[in-house]
């Protein structure tokens, strides 16, 4: 069993930045792949970014694609999401999702684990 918590979310004018943490219990994290959904109001959850359980690969959703960087300390069981130049189009309830040594990573019915997500709000 993995407990996944989110963190970081909040309030922000478009163009700032916001860094999203994700802490994973268990002793197994690195072997998870993890990743980054959102979910705005009246629409389907999305996928957003993931990182492979290696370590090595990542990737993004064309819309979040050289504003967002995911990376993992596997040392503190934690995964970030940088996010910079938010727009207003970036608000959503983002989560984070664990697949055990998962390769289909935008896929969010493939994760094993997810969190209870965190609330950001981009104002125009």
């Known amino acids: 069993q993995v407990q996944l918590v989110e963190s970081g979310g909040g309030l922000v004018q478009a163009g700032g930045s916001l860094r999203l943490s994700c802490a994973a219990s268990?002793?197994?994290?690195?072997?998870?792949?993890m990743g980054w959904f959102r979910q705005a109001p009246g629409k389907e959850r999305e996928f957003v970014a993931a990182?492979?359980?290696?370590?090595?690969?990542?990737y993004y959703a064309d819309s979040v694609k050289g504003r967002f960087t995911i990376s993992r300390d596997n040392s503190k069981n934690t995964v970030y999401l940088q996010m910079n130049s938010l727009t207003p189009e970036d608000t959503a309830v983002y989560y984070c999702?664990?697949?055990?040594?998962?390769?289909?990573?935008?896929?969010?019915?493939?994760?094993?684990?997810w969190g209870q997500g965190t609330q950001v709000t981009v104002s125009s």
């Open positions: 990182i492979l359980w290696t370590g090595g690969s990542t």
């Open positions: 268990g002793r197994t994290f690195s072997s998870y792949s």
């Open positions: 999702a664990a697949d055990l040594f998962g390769t289909f990573l935008s896929r969010p019915d493939k994760y094993d684990y």
